[in-house]
């Protein structure tokens, strides 16, 4: 057993472990292992942001989605759902708001929604960075094509989220229809990182169907990408898809994988996401001392919060929500941690002076 925790400790001298034994860590994993990786993830994040969290202010532009991805509850089948989309004012208010509560990164995510042509994404991007030219912006905005988001970046957005949900191309076609595929999300992916956007990949831990070999095939997706984000979470149902009596990701695995990212870029931005947070009332918490550096709670008008439903149950509200800003500041400050006021741009990793990963 022993050689598990020798994994670890390769991992991060390295930065690098065979397939093989991030499966063998993952198939063996326990409390006391699971342990000694957060000891050495938190380690290593304080080495590189000190005892910093950065925030992000997400808001949720619409929930209309052209696409039908089988786990998602703003998928366009979903009949159910009440639909919405915020125009530029709704917009512009939620990121003066933000900027007041001391928010400098604006993330405008939302489901694939034809309304937001590339005119109107430039001229909305344009006008926010007019008025805070201090802030970074972040799109989630799906897939595109590469002259969309050349258009996109040259207007002003600075990074782009767009998880690739899993590395394992018929593990994708389970999860998605199949106008979808792993090769386009792929190739998306790398046309936003050689645009020069910082690039945020990542997945959900526990979707059906999922094995400990899909996720050693992501983690190695990840190196090979070399993003500056992961965003990742527990797969959790929504009542109202086809995975409505699936079992819902794991917490503890969660979180393991997050150190073992960790400890394999230490530099990454890494949340502790809004889906960690639902599954466990400490989960937020949980996620940064297993070496999360971010947070992004909602900055979206609250009416419209319950209506950005991707799975049940998903936290809106006190430490979740902007304007809980101080109660987050409370939970982080009592684990050892202090929320900032700043952009949290991509650093690259120095060690001993030289830079280790650009
Ligand atoms: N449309 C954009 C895209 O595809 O990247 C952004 C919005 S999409 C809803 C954001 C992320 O939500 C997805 O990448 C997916 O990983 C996550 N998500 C969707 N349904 C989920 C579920 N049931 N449980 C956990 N995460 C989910």
Redesign the pocket.
């Known amino acids: 057993m022993s050689k598990l925790y020798d994994i670890i400790d390769k991992l991060e001298e390295t930065q690098n472990l065979e397939k093989e034994e991030f499966i063998n860590l993952l198939d063996n994993l326990t409390e006391s292992l699971a342990q000694y990786a957060y000891e050495k993830a938190r380690k290593v994040a304080r080495e590189h942001f000190g005892n910093r969290i950065y925030i992000r202010g997400l808001i949720e532009i619409s929930n209309y989605?052209k696409n039908d991805?089988l786990?998602?509850?703003?998928r366009r089948s979903n009949t159910n759902a009440d639909r919405y989309r915020l125009n530029k004012e709704d917009v512009f208010s939620c990121c003066h708001t933000g900027y007041n509560l001391g928010f400098r990164t604006f993330v405008l995510?939302?489901?694939?929604d034809p309304f937001y042509s590339d005119e109107f994404l430039i001229e909305l991007i344009s006008e926010i960075k007019k008025n805070y030219p201090d802030c970074a912006i972040t799109l989630?905005?799906?897939e595109k094509s590469r002259d969309s988001y050349q258009k996109l970046f040259d207007a002003g957005a600075d990074r782009y989220?767009?998880?690739h949900?899993t590395a394992d191309e018929a593990h994708y076609s389970k999860l998605h229809p199949k106008e979808l595929t792993l090769e386009s999300r792929k190739s998306c992916l790398q046309s936003l990182h050689d645009i020069g956007y910082q690039t945020g990949t990542?997945f959900?831990v526990g979707s059906p169907w999922q094995t400990n070999e899909n996720l050693a095939q992501d983690i190695l997706f990840i190196k090979e990408l070399s993003p500056e984000m992961v965003g990742l979470?527990?797969?959790?149902?929504?009542h109202d898809t086809p995975f409505a009596g699936e079992a819902q990701g794991a917490l503890d695995k969660t979180l393991f994988l997050l150190a073992l990212l960790r400890l394999m870029k230490p530099s990454l931005l890494l949340p502790s996401t809004t889906?960690l947070g639902t599954i466990h009332p400490k989960g937020r918490e949980l996620g940064i001392l297993a070496g999360a550096n971010v947070v992004m709670p909602n900055l979206s008008p609250v009416d419209v919060r319950k209506k950005y439903l991707?799975?049940d149950n998903k936290l809106s509200s006190d430490a979740e929500a902007a304007e809980g800003l101080n109660s987050l500041k409370k939970q982080m400050d009592a684990i050892g941690y202090e929320v900032v006021t700043d952009r949290g741009d991509y650093a690259p990793q120095l060690r001993k002076g030289v830079l280790l990963d650009v």
Do not use: D, T
């Open positions: 989605c991805c786990y998602c509850g703003i995510q939302g489901g694939e989630s905005l799906g989220l767009l998880r949900e990542g959900m979470g527990p797969f959790i149902p929504h889906a991707l799975y």
